[in-house]
């Protein structure tokens, strides 16, 4: 089966999603699948281009990554780390994601079976939605993050509150309507799943999130005398804390 995965975040970024798609492209490829990636090149610490990132992962460039997918690169815009400026981020690459697989299909240099949109950034999934239709292939939705509830959850403004509140709903209402259309929704915890097919969501998948346990097989025993590793994982929770602190 060829694989195109339509991500914002990828190697040699190191990251949740990065690190994951890592594993899964491995996976895939051992399995006999080809795999084509279409992402932009390495910016999301600073919102520049790493000064560290290899030649082949810049705008424009083609190269095989090092788990065996073809990695396509699409331009983006600098930002700063604020919400407005990665939003016209996510919305750019995004925009040149679908533009970049055109061309790549036109080229005959891709023609995928099935197009995976991982989110976030929830542009992704327009564009994935985008190709599925452009290509007439079955979208896969990754959800990563518990949308469109994140945003439900969060705390109106003080500052025309009736307008953010209108605003909340209809991205629910959109992100809810996208997943329901896809051929399969993919999400890391089984309780989510359950939220998802309570809203009609046909078709949901768990992959959880995981690592390889032979990174940490040299940790010694805690001085409590455990013989086994307990991690906690909290999750992004800077973002999180950032805004409390604003407020």
Do not use: C
Request: hydrophobic content about 45%; proline content about 6%.
């Amino acid at each position: 089966m060829r694989v195109l995965l339509l991500t914002h975040y990828f190697e040699p970024e190191n990251g949740p999603s990065q690190r994951r798609w890592s594993a899964l492209i491995e996976r895939f490829v051992a399995a006999g699948h080809i795999v084509d990636v279409v992402a932009p090149p390495p910016h999301n610490r600073t919102g520049k281009i790493d000064p560290d990132a290899p030649a082949a992962a810049l705008r424009g460039r083609t190269a095989v990554g090092s788990h065996g997918g073809t990695v396509h690169r699409v331009s983006f815009l600098q930002h700063t780390g604020g919400v407005a400026s990665r939003t016209l981020d996510h919305l750019w690459v995004a925009r040149g994601s679908v533009r970049a697989v055109r061309r790549l299909v036109r080229d005959g240099r891709l023609n995928p079976d099935i197009v995976v949109a991982t989110a976030p950034a929830l542009p992704s999934l327009i564009a994935g939605r985008t190709v599925a239709r452009m290509l007439h292939i079955p979208l896969v939705v990754e959800m990563r993050d518990a949308w469109p509830d994140l945003v439900s959850h969060t705390p109106g403004l003080t500052r025309g509150k009736r307008v953010v509140t209108r605003l909340k709903r209809r991205v629910h209402e959109f992100v809810t309507a996208l997943q329901r259309s896809a051929a399969l929704v993919v999400t890391t915890t089984e309780t989510f799943a359950r939220v998802l097919r309570e809203r009609d969501v046909a078709t949901v998948a768990v992959i959880r999130n995981g690592t390889s346990l032979r990174r940490y097989a040299g940790i010694p025993p805690t001085e409590h005398g455990h013989d086994e590793l307990r991690v906690l994982y909290m999750g992004t929770i800077g973002a999180l804390l950032t805004y409390l602190w604003a407020r």
